[in-house]
Structure formats: C-alpha cells, structure tokens
C-alpha cells in the first residue's frame, strides 16, 4: 500500500519489541527509511544494528534502490565495518551434512540416494521444508549438505566458488555412502538456484556417478556446453529442469533446455506460471515425477 512513514514507525517499535529480530527489522526499517528520503538516518539505523551483533549480506545493497545512501560518510564506515565482521564470520564457516532416512529404513537394505542442495543464501533448516516429497521420505536416504560459503547471517552459497562446492559435495557423498547402505546405480542430485547450478556442475563434470538431475530455477554455468551434454547422455544421465514463469533466468534456461532437445540427452523442462524465483506450490509432486522419470527402467 506504499504506507512507508506506517511502516517505519511499526519497525521503529519492533526494533526494541523483538531484539531477537534486529537483523531483519533493521534491514526493513533502512528500505523504508529510504523510500521515505531520510538517507542519514538509514545509515543510522544499519551501524545500530552492527552495534548489536548482525551483519548484513553480500549482495543485501547492490540494487540501485540503495545508490542515495552510498555516498553518505557514516555508509563508508558502515560498509567498512560490515565487511570486517562478514569476513570474520565465513572465516569460521564449516561445510555441514544433514541425513535423513527413509520411513522403515533397515540397515540390511540398499536405498537410493537424493542430494538436495539448498539455494543461494539459503541454508539447510529452512531449504529441507521446502525441497521434499513422498518419495524421498518414504523409500530414499536424502542428504542435504550445507555450504560453507558464507554470504549472509544464516546463508550459504554455492556459487562464489564452485570448484570449493563441487569438492565440498563430494566428500559429502562419499561420507553417505561409507555411514548408509546406498544403492550407488541410483544416485539423484538436485536443488534450488546456485543449489541448482551445483548439481549441473557435478553431473556434467562426473564429479561421483549420478543417475540424473532435478534442478530448480537455476542460472547456467559457464562450463554448460552440448559437448558435456552429450557425454552426460552417453552416460545415461537424465535431467528434469524446472523454472518459474517470473524468473529472471527463464532465458538462460531455455536456452540449456534447448542444447538437451538438440543433444537428444533425455530431459523434461516445466515453467510453472505466475511464480517468480521461488518454489512452487505443488513442489513435492514435481520431485516425485522427476524421480520417477529419471529411475524408470533401472
């Protein structure tokens, strides 16, 4: 409704409220402090917050929206100190694996397995309540690990380095498949946006041996090609790409998808509408029929 000075004096309020949510309101409380033209005190609203323990992403002000705050004094020291404190944060950041197993799991049995990899900024506890199916519960070990590439408070990313990533999720499969009985001949990958674009990467560069990949929203890599393509097909490697009818990569996307139509590398592409980069509503579903498309006949 654009009730931004409403909405300043709300944040104003909440800052002291809920001082387990600083992060958050003071980052809101600074977006509409600018729309409302009040630059200095933005900035001042953000050293506040780093005065209390938080920090702010990497790519949190990088949008021209943020460009009249930028030039002020107190932003330079600001940015300076926001740094030193994001920079000692990812110097302590450690790559994590979370396993979960399947419903009537018995050790005495082979399972497959589903890497599920969280997206950019993302992090593990909120990405696994949003990438899961029947499927994955009730017949897969899943293995969400975490990157430890810091970019904000609680988020992670793949893709500030991918040659760290692709080493990071391979220690992680072959932490799996020495602690849980996995079925190596049935090896799915997947995930959400730079989550996305690591699952290319491993699949396309035979990083550890995967059956096929499911991916979401993701950007294309620099190393995509129709060569790696066609040596994925050669493998028997099959993909479902899904994207989102609002996603600023649907170009990117099509493009991959048309490089596998001409390959002739068995894939299915599916943008779901009136979504932007996000998760659908029917994700669950979407995982249970690109497995099953992708372990048909093995």
């Known amino acids: 409704q654009k009730n931004y000075k409403e909405a300043s004096e709300i944040l104003t309020c909440a800052l002291e409220q809920f ?10 409380l600074a977006f509409m402090l600018v729309h409302l033209k009040e630059f200095e005190k933005c900035v001042e609203v953000l050293n506040n917050a780093l005065d209390q323990g938080v920090w702010f992403g990497k790519y949190d002000f990088l949008a021209e929206f943020w460009d009249p705050i930028k030039d002020l004094e107190n932003y330079e020291e600001f940015s300076r100190r926001n740094e030193e404190q994001r920079k000692e944060a990812g110097a302590s950041a450690k790559p994590e694996l979370f396993v979960f197993k399947p419903a009537n799991f018995t050790p005495d049995k082979k399972y497959p397995l589903f890497i599920a990899l969280h997206g950019g900024g993302g992090n593990v506890e909120e990405f696994k309540n949003n990438w899961f199916s029947e499927k994955m519960k009730s017949e897969f070990i899943s293995a969400y690990p975490q990157s430890s590439q810091l970019v904000t408070m609680n988020g992670y990313n793949w893709t500030e380095d991918i040659e760290l990533s692709k080493k990071e999720i391979h220690e992680a499969y072959l932490k799996v498949i ?42 294309k890599p620099d190393g995509f090609s129709g060569e790696k393509i066609k040596a994925a097909k050669n493998r028997g490697i099959r993909g479902v790409l899904l994207t989102t009818e609002m996603d600023n990569r649907l170009d990117a996307q099509k493009e991959m998808a048309e490089i596998m139509e001409n390959t002739g590398f068995l894939h ?22 690109a497995i099953e498309f992708i372990l048909k006949n093995i």
């Open 19 to 28: 001082p387990d949510h600083v992060h958050a309101n003071s980052y809101n």
């Open 178 to 219: 020495k602690e849980y009985p996995v079925d190596i001949d049935r090896v799915v990958i997947g995930g959400f946006s730079s989550g996305g674009v690591a699952a290319l990467e491993v699949t396309l560069n035979n990083i550890f041996p995967v059956r096929g990949f499911v991916i979401l929203c993701p950007a």
């Open 268 to 289: 299915q592409f599916f943008i779901t509408p009136n979504i932007g980069h996000w998760f659908p509503e029917n994700m669950d579903k979407k995982i249970d029929d």
